[in-house]
Nanobody
Framework: QVQLVESGGGLVQAGGSLRLSCVASGRIYSIDNMGWYRQAPGKQRELVATIASGGRTNYADSVKGRFIISRDNTKNTVYLQMNGLKPEDTAVYYC????????????????WGQGSQVTVSA
């Protein structure tokens, strides 16, 4: 019912920048929170940043001051601007949204993107 398509991953040298985008489409009535998570090889998926419908943001300590999350509600899109990238930022990045497909709160669900590889070389 709801599809998320990510773009913008790739290979970058340490200190460089990348911008991830995630567009949501389908039967969307409203979107609540939006966020980015990442999973490095051999590690659990971890929160990177979230942004609430009102714009309040939350960041993992490891990315504070370097990453910026934003959203465009007119385009059902969430972005992650990553600056000052470090080799330890290498991971598959997933976008996530909480969205309702109807008026009822019972239609609220979590949806995930397909993942984008970000590789930072030393």
């Amino acid at each position: 019912q709801v599809q998320l398509v990510e773009s913008g991953g790739g290979l970058v040298q340490a200190g460089g920048s990348l911008r991830l985008s995630c567009v949501a489409s389908g039967r969307i009535y409203s979107i609540d929170n939006m966020g980015w998570y990442r999973q490095a090889p051999g590690k659990q998926r971890e929160l990177v940043a979230t942004i609430a419908s009102g714009g309040r943001t939350n960041y993992a300590d490891s990315v504070k001051g370097r990453f910026i999350i934003s959203r465009d509600n007119t385009k059902n899109t969430v972005y992650l601007q990553m600056n000052g990238l470090k080799p330890e930022d290498t991971a598959v990045y997933y976008c996530q949204i909480g969205a309702a497909t109807g008026r009822s709160i019972m239609t609220l669900g979590d949806y995930w993107g397909q993942g984008s590889q970000v590789t930072v070389s030393a």
